[in-house]
């Protein structure tokens, strides 16, 4: 499979007052031309930061650090530009035209005083040398793609006259106005109802098969990607832990995080009941993280060198890889020496 993005050893630090964070972690992966990827983990596991990271939208006291992020083959990390000045020029030419995020809040990512036709065709004229009547036409054509009724009056409305569920089809359709190749959606379903966040995801899987582009889904929930990605990756403290097929992920997880997700699921076709079993602790702190599994503190089957040393990435298919020290030929699972 071609790839439309390819992300190499990529390191993104913060500055605080504290010291520095260390957001994103030596993170690699890759997305094909049509795919669609899911990136998955709890909340400060270095998801939202890696996308920002490519999409060049950092807060002014992050940075790229280290790597590579290749869009179609070009090199667009702030590293493989000479200015600052320069860098931007080409994000702002990329943004909304190649690559475009969906960002996860509707009720407040909309402007509440501007109406919702000027907010669909600012980049629309942004990017293509177009009259404000073709502009409002296309407006028109997006509405309707994204399942938005009426489109030609409520395009004249304002956002606070939107349910949450067309607030966010209006983002889809913002993030749509120029067919990027690549759609990066960030949690997209938070503060939906199930049948809502049913009806988006299945939005996005519609528009990906219309239009060919890349998706990439980030999300904190299994099983919101559990139908729709065609790969899924684990991050976990600012690394990707685990990453392969759909059915690698659910039927044959290898890192103990990626079993512990799991284990917080409840599955509607297991005639037995259960009890659900949450991954005890908390996160790392990134800002006093050492070299070695960030994972080591809340996993049972720990052993000595999981405190020492990261674990290297294990493969167990063209496609399934893992970085635990469990796999290693020498580990003997649940000794935890």
Known sequence: MEKMLEVKNLSTVFNTDNGTVQAVRDVSFDVGKGEILGIVGESGSGKSQTMFSCMGLLAGN?????GEILLDGKNISPLAFNTSKDYED?????????????????????????????QLTEPILNHNDISKKEAHDRAIELMKKVGIPSPESRIKQYPFQFSGGMRQRIIIAIALACNPKLIIAD?????????????????????????????????????????????IAIMYGGKIVEIGTADEIF?????????????????????????LNPIPGSPPDLLNIGNWCPFVDRCDKAMKICKMKMPSQEDYSDTHHA???LSHPLAKEGEGE
Request: net charge negative; aromatic share 4%; hydrophobic share 35%.
């Open 62 to 66: 992050g940075r790229v650090a280290n």
């Open 187 to 231: 949690e997209p379903t938070t503060a939906l109802d199930v049948t809502i966040q049913a009806q988006v995801l299945e939005l996005i899987q519609k528009l990906r098969d219309d239009l060919g582009s890349s998706v990439i889904m980030i999300t904190h929930d299994l099983g919101v990607v559990a139908s729709m990605c065609d790969r």
């Open 90 to 118: 080409t994000m702002s030419d990329i943004r909304g035209n190649d690559m475009a995020m969906i960002f996860q809040d509707p009720m407040t990512f909309l402007n509440p005083v501007l109406t919702i036709e000027s």
């Open 251 to 275: 039927y044959n997880p290898k890192h103990p995080y990626t079993k512990g997700l799991l284990s917080c699921i409840a599955n509607p076709e297991d005639k037995e009941k259960k009890q």
């Open 323 to 325: 970085s635990c020290w």
